[in-house]
């Protein structure tokens, strides 16, 4: 029932009663389990801006989340695990650029301090790639070590098969305590119509997470729910119209600014206040120790930001000179940051490896890089979607004290396939032949050893399907065009391109503004030949 209580953080009184432990909410707890004694406790969720109040005391954490009571302290060894296996913490955000940080280019109009710390205190790749330009595909690579390519799932049957290896169940194996926090977008049998009472297949929990908070797809996508588990926490039975976009230009796109489409949506559900929501939720779990005894945690942590929406937080607006995306991607920075002091806080940051990067570049046109001074790909051409390096070479940073030295850049090739046998070697755990066959692990590169293992290729596929190809410098697309968002936005862009693909020299030309394609046939013909070997079918423009 409504309560004449107001919330701590925006004002409003348009709040909800609660009480209850972690999973009922129906039930009160003494507050002798938070550290408070006499008392009972009762816990208030604002209807307005989603923050959670406990009495007249603000927690900034959300009553559907992991932990319902203030967390006890623990000593870093509790989190460590039996072995000494460090804790890990992946952040991956939403569209986010290589250009947009400011470890990656100085001239960004955007500040990044938290993620500009990590790599100050740890190792930035200057060369990692999402294998695809888009979202699904890419999450698909990361999460199971083997190029999308390879899939043939349908996403309404859930894109990672049940029996496939993740680096969840890898790291579960071990003797992890796995969950994820965010954006899925993976699939999940019946998110487009949740019924009372279903246990929702195919999801977190079928693929090696112990638990799930977050949302079935992106923040543009009806419909607009979330699911802890396998329930929805609220179903979506209401409404909601369409949100216009904006376009860089007259006659273009409008898939920009607060832009999301029209669907259903849980009567709660609050586009403005979901990256708050789930920071919260993930500050919770890394303090929520009672759930983990002694084994260390794996948290994956998908943000839907800077995606649209573009939906900073009051806070956050007009902190950037690049528009609500430069403010949206502060406040993803703010998230960072929200995590490293949580592990600080525990004192389990020497103990936890942190992961930041993004699943594929942004939606960022020529026109925004005039208006703002920014470029969000820098120093990269194309964007989003695109088989062009600004489509899918990413920011790529790994935080490990002790074992990864500060400050450190690496240059070589890197892949998010990578990232499943570098845990399987981390944690000792085997990875058999269906299980992660792209992927190389990166161990001894992120502990500054010789690596016999450095990557040598790289397949990438655009949004559009357009395979690009990677040997060393040398980078083949198999399209006149972009292959993804570029194509959409210049459709005349294609024909000035007076050969059947591209042919670039990345170290040369790491912009690709000098086509060789025409100068070259014998390096079309040799990485061709290559790609051909991967894939094991002939590839064609």
């Known amino acids: 029932m409504k309560e004449s209580f107001r919330c701590t953080k925006c004002n409003s009184s348009d709040v909800l009663k609660i009480s209850g432990s972690k999973w009922n909410m129906h039930q009160q707890i003494p507050l002798k389990k938070s550290g ?19 009495s007249n005391v603000h927690i900034s954490v959300l009553f559907l989340v992991f932990s319902a009571c203030t967390p006890r302290t623990h ?10 296996l460090p804790n890990i913490v992946f952040i991956l955000a939403d569209d986010m650029g290589y250009g947009d940080l400011g470890c990656y280019n100085a001239d960004s109009r955007i500040k990044t301090p938290n993620i500009d710390g990590l790599a100050k205190a740890g190792m930035r790749f200057t060369d990692a790639h999402a294998p695809a330009a888009v979202c699904v595909p890419s999450r698909y690579a990361l999460l199971t070590g083997r190029y999308p390519f390879r899939n043939d799932r349908s996403y309404a049957n859930g894109v990672v098969a049940n029996d496939q290896a993740t680096i969840a169940s890898v790291l579960k194996a071990a003797g ?5 926090i965010g954006k899925w977008h993976l699939g999940i049998v019946g998110e487009k119509n949740p019924a009372a009472g279903q246990d929702l297949q195919g999801g977190p929990l079928d693929h090696g997470f112990d638990d799930f ?53 849980a009567p709660s559900f609050k586009h403005e206040s979901v990256l708050t929501q789930f920071s919260a939720a993930a500050v919770d779990y890394i303090a929520d120790g009672d759930q983990r005894d002694s084994d ?33 991607t502060t406040q993803v920075d703010d998230v960072v940051g929200s995590v490293l002091a949580a592990l600080e806080r525990l004192e389990i940051e020497q103990q936890t490896i942190v992961i930041f990067s993004s699943d594929n570049g942004p939606v960022w046109y020529p026109e925004d890089v005039a208006r703002y001074g920014h470029s969000s790909t820098f120093p990269l051409a194309g964007m989003k979607g695109d088989a062009l390096e600004g489509g899918h070479r990413m920011p790529f940073i790994v935080k490990w004290p002790g074992q990864v030295s500060a400050g450190v850049v690496d240059d070589d090739l890197f ?14 755990q085997p990875v058999g032949a269906y299980a992660g066959e ?22 990438v596929k655009s949004s559009k399907g357009a395979f690009a190809f ?4 040398w980078k083949l697309i198999l399209a006149k065009g972009s292959g993804g968002f570029t194509d959409g936005y210049d459709p005349e862009w294609a024909d000035k391109n007076p050969f059947e693909g591209q042919l670039y020299h990345l170290k040369e030309d790491i912009g690709e503004r000098q086509n060789l394609y025409g100068t070259r046939p014998d390096k079309v013909e040799e990485l061709r030949r290559e790609l051909e070997s991967i894939t094991g079918t002939t590839v064609k423009f």
């Open 75 to 84: 000593h870093a060894d509790e989190h460590a695990g039996a072995e000494g």
């Open 415 to 428: 892949c998010f396939t990578d990232v499943l046998a570098t845990f399987a070697e981390l944690v000792n």
């Open 213 to 265: 908070f977050g949302m079935p797809a992106s923040l543009d996508i009806p419909p607009y729910y979330y699911i802890r588990n396998r329930r929805p926490v609220e179903l979506p039975t209401d409404s909601i119209v369409a949100r216009e976009g904006t376009a860089p230009a007259p006659g273009k796109r409008k898939i920009q600014g607060p832009f999301y489409r029209a669907g259903r949506i």
């Open 36 to 54: 408070l004694k006499n008392a009972t406790l009762n816990r208030y969720i604002c209807v307005d801006c989603g923050y959670l109040s406990k």
């Open 176 to 180: 992890y305590r796995t969950a994820v």
């Open 296 to 328: 260390p945690f794996f948290l994956y942590l998908p943000l839907p930001a800077p995606h649209t929406p573009w939906l900073p937080e009051a806070a956050f607006r007009g902190t950037s000179g690049a528009g609500d995306y430069g403010d949206y």
């Open 438 to 459: 792209d992927s190389q692990s990166a161990l001894s590169r992120w502990k500054g050893e010789p690596s016999p293992n450095t990557r040598k290729n790289l397949v």
């Open 470 to 473: 990677r040997k060393g410098d």
